[in-house]
Nanobody
């Protein structure tokens, strides 16, 4: 069993900042790519940012220059620093990890989601 637990969501005014965290725990051998996705009401889930185990990053065009993804491999934790937030960033944010468990099985694990609301 592997669990991803997100934290850090909330209500923030336009132009504000939030930092999301996602910690993986359980029967983990290693984690390859980690990432953040989001889903707004009525929309499909979309990629926000990803980071490899080596630290290479990829961002959606809509968040480039405003969001920063990082990870602490020792803690199996990924972060998303969000600056200059806009109302259109409002969504449920989900953490994702490409996990290899102690049985050497590979699978994608998802967190439960954390709500981010950008509103005055």
């Amino acid at each position: 069993q592997v669990q991803l637990v997100e934290s850090g969501g909330g209500l923030v005014p336009p132009g504000g900042s939030l930092t999301l965290s996602c910690a993986a725990s359980g029967s983990i051998f290693s984690i390859n790519d980690m990432g953040w996705y989001r889903q707004a009401p009525g929309n499909q889930r979309e990629l926000v940012a990803t980071i490899t185990a080596g630290g290479s990053t990829n961002y959606a065009d809509s968040v480039k220059g405003r969001f920063t993804i990082s990870r602490d491999n020792a803690k199996n934790t990924v972060y998303l620093q969000m600056n200059s937030l806009k109302p259109e960033d409002t969504a449920v944010y989900y953490c994702n990890a490409a996990v290899v468990n102690t049985a050497r099985a590979r699978f994608a694990s998802w967190g439960q989601g954390t709500q981010v609301t950008v509103s005055s």
